[in-house]
């Protein structure tokens, strides 16, 4: 009752912009009303649904009516012990909700089977989740296989991947695949048997110099051998480069910048 009530107090509201509801052993009677909610609130953007063991039944009604919120940009599910049936509804939510753009699904067991899902998800379709936190879910190393293969992917827009605390033993995939992901940003190994990787943080810091050229059209000219350096043998790198810097030209000796204000 006391759920429903909140949801009722919020269908309309246009000021709560965050709302926490952890350790409330949510059953449907709670679930459904904060779903509806959801369907029609157009203010809340931050929603922490944390230790609640929620049942996979639950799990997709909430995402079902999920799809249809035009506000929510970060969802937390940290400590429901996800089944892959409910991993599997939630990311057939993130395929159809153009808003939402974090998720966090710590500690909830997903291991290489939920990963998977997410992966398969995320790389081969269009959506906007820019930031994904898996941390403690026990993935292992088929699972960084998975998302690896997911970060070459066209589809997969990413900037933030967190994986601390894992079972990952070997970091090359990620390594390799940042050979073809001009976009991502940040990579956390930390805490898994794998260590910290040198090469790949190399990567990842050179995208990040190429993400402030996109930024900044005044960034300092010492970043440009740093990113170009990084794409120049990437073709399709290159191509996602200059469409969004078209004042950049590579030449045969590094590259020029040029007027385009014409």
Not at 57 to 74: A, G, P, Q
Not at 78 to 89: C, D, P
Not at 127 to 139: A, F, H, P, S
Request: glycine fraction near 8%; aromatic fraction near 4%; charged fraction near 20%.
């Amino acid at each position: 009752q006391g759920l429903d009530a909140i949801a009722q107090a919020l269908h309309g509201h246009r000021r709560l912009i965050e709302l926490c509801l952890q350790d409330n052993a949510l059953t449907e009677g709670g679930i459904i009303p904060i779903g509806h909610m959801l369907s029609h609130n157009n203010c809340l953007k931050l929603l922490h649904l944390v230790n609640n063991n929620i049942s996979d039944h639950d799990v997709r009604r909430l995402t079902e009516l999920m799809r249809y919120n035009r506000s929510l940009e970060m969802w937390v599910m940290t400590g429901n012990h996800l089944s892959v049936r409910a991993t599997r509804s939630i990311a057939e939510m993130l395929l159809t909700n153009d808003f939402l753009r974090k998720v966090c699904l710590w500690g909830n067991q997903l291991g290489d089977d939920g990963v998977q899902v997410v992966a398969d998800a995320l790389g081969n379709n269009e959506n906007y989740i820019v930031e994904l936190r898996l941390m403690v879910n026990e993935i292992g190393d088929n699972g960084a296989v998975a998302l690896a293969e997911m970060l070459t992917k066209e589809h997969c827009v990413l900037t933030e991947l967190d994986l601390m605390g894992n079972r990952i033993t070997d970091a090359s995939p990620f390594v390799g695949a940042l050979d073809d992901n001009v976009v991502i940003e940040g990579l956390c190994l930390r805490g898994n048997p794998c260590g910290v990787s040198t090469e790949l943080d190399e990567k990842l810091l050179w995208n990040r110099a190429g993400r402030r050229l996109l930024r900044d059209e005044k960034a300092p000219l010492g970043l440009f051998p740093l990113a170009l350096g990084r794409i120049s043998t990437n073709p399709s790198a290159i191509h996602w480069f200059l469409t969004r810097r078209p004042d950049i030209v590579l030449t045969n000796e590094g590259y020029e910048l040029m007027d385009v204000s014409i």
